[in-house]
């Protein structure tokens, strides 16, 4: 089974209400088996126009698990926070697996 990630992508225009969100959305996170693999304010974007000023990549055992911890009471709690702190694009999509 692929494992699962969500990209986001923020124009942040209220640190102090994202401190705020990440407060919140941590622990969640953590209770929710997700683990932080790239947070990058600076991206080194070589072709296109990148959205945002931050983005940040999430791991989790599985697309399912993903969905799960995004759809969860905890997180939702969270989001109006990150809503109200910065625009931002958010997407769950699945790892690959090389076949074979």
């Known amino acids: 089974m692929s494992k699962g990630y969500i990209v986001y992508t923020e124009q942040i225009h209220d640190p102090a209400k994202m401190d705020e969100y990440g407060a919140l959305a941590m622990p969640s ?5 997700g683990t932080v693999i790239a947070l990058d304010d600076a991206v080194d974007c070589r072709e296109g126009t990148w959205p945002g000023s931050r983005t940040v990549i999430l791991e989790f055992e599985s697309v399912e698990a993903a969905r799960s ?3 969860s009471s905890d997180y939702q709690a969270a989001i109006p926070l990150r809503q109200a702190g910065a625009e931002t694009n958010v997407a769950i999509i699945a790892g690959f697996d090389f076949p074979g």
């Open 69 to 71: 911890w995004y759809e």
């Open 29 to 33: 996170l953590m209770g929710g088996g």
